[in-house]
């Protein structure tokens, strides 16, 4: 389910490119691996996954746009616009690659905002304003929070009943604000029993993003990384503080 999905997004960033006939062009795309303080700075805490060394941002830069993914393989790469977008997604580092392509071109074509990640107070900024928008237009769902987000877990779990899942094996069993981080296996029981799904936009590159697009019940995704995609997609993102 979640290959299709990425596929389809792939094969529309290839529509869109051809239509702006820039898929022929004689353009480098370069990714290059963030360090933790260009990619967000200071926030507060120290449990972010950027900072313990788990995650890195990849960042694109196409004609002085600039776009972003979280990936746990990172590296450089340089190519046209043709080769990513015929490029075989089959592992982390080639779909943040495209993730983060697909985020620079489209942030240069005027089609996406926002694909920038926040730096120092960002987090701690946007999470309540997170809360506030779930409780305004859900009231008070039961949360199903994927991907370890310490500031969002401060901020929801004041509003909100929820359930944390991670894939970090360091934070399964670990408790954040009364709330213990279940891993994967756990992952269908939660959908199950949740209302609301709130996703990590690096579903995307680890390849997992279809599990959380159900018929059933909304999702919404934050963070840059899903930006581009989620516009192609029409799939709901919140993500305040990015630029």
Same mark, same amino acid.
């Given at each position: 389910?979640?290959?299709?999905?990425?596929?389809?997004?792939?094969?529309?960033? #290839?529509?869109?490119?051809?239509?702006?006939?820039?898929?022929?062009?004689?353009?480098?795309?370069?990714?290059?691996?963030?360090?933790?303080?260009?990619?967000? =700075?200071?926030?507060?805490?120290?449990?972010? %996954?950027?900072?313990?060394?788990?995650?890195?941002? +990849?960042?694109?830069?196409?004609? =002085?746009?600039?776009?972003?993914?979280?990936?746990?393989?990172?590296?450089?790469?340089?190519?046209?616009?043709?080769?990513?977008?015929?490029?075989?997604?089959?592992?982390?580092?080639?779909?943040?690659?495209?993730?983060?392509?697909?985020?620079?071109?489209?942030?240069?074509?005027?089609?996406?905002?926002?694909?920038?990640? &926040? @730096?120092?107070?960002?987090?701690?900024?946007?999470?309540? @304003?997170?809360?506030?928008?779930?409780?305004?237009? #859900?009231?008070? %769902?039961?949360? =199903?929070?994927?991907?370890?987000?310490?500031?969002?877990? @401060?901020?929801?779990?004041? @509003?909100?009943? +929820?359930?944390?899942?991670?894939?970090? %094996?360091?934070?399964?069993?670990?408790?954040?604000?009364?709330?213990? *981080?279940?891993? %994967?296996?756990?992952?269908?029981?939660?959908?199950?029993?949740?209302?609301?799904?709130?996703?990590?936009?690096?579903?995307?590159?680890? $390849?997992?993003?279809?599990?959380?697009?159900?018929? $059933?019940?909304?999702?919404?995704?934050?963070?840059?990384? *899903?930006?581009?995609?989620?516009?192609?997609?029409?799939?709901?993102?919140? &993500?305040?503080?990015?630029?």
């Amino acid at each position: 389910m979640s290959k299709s999905i990425l596929n389809e997004v792939q094969t529309k960033a #290839y529509e869109i490119w051809n239509s702006e006939g820039i898929l022929d062009e004689n353009i480098e795309v370069k990714a290059r691996t963030l360090t933790t303080e260009e990619a967000i =700075g200071n926030p507060e805490g120290d449990d972010f %996954p950027l900072q313990r060394g788990k995650e890195k941002l +990849m960042e694109a830069d196409f004609r =002085g746009a600039k776009g972003q993914a979280f990936t746990d393989r990172f590296g450089n790469f340089s190519s046209s616009l043709r080769e990513i977008a015929e490029m075989d997604l089959t592992n982390n580092f080639r779909r943040a690659i495209f993730v983060s392509a697909l985020n620079a071109v489209q942030c240069s074509l005027g089609k996406t905002e926002r694909t920038i990640h &926040c @730096k120092n107070d960002g987090p701690a900024l946007c999470a309540p @304003k997170f809360a506030d928008f779930i409780e305004e237009n #859900y009231g008070k %769902p039961k949360i =199903g929070l994927v991907g370890f987000q310490p500031a969002m877990i @401060k901020a929801f779990s004041t @509003k909100f009943d +929820m359930r944390i899942v991670d894939l970090d %094996p360091d934070n399964i069993g670990a408790e954040k604000c009364g709330i213990i *981080v279940e891993g %994967p296996e756990q992952t269908h029981e939660v959908l199950d029993d949740v209302n609301l799904l709130v996703v990590t936009g690096s579903t995307i590159v680890n $390849d997992t993003i279809g599990n959380f697009i159900l018929e $059933d019940k909304p999702t919404i995704f934050f963070g840059t990384t *899903v930006a581009a995609a989620a516009d192609i997609m029409g799939w709901k993102r919140f &993500c305040h503080q990015s630029s």
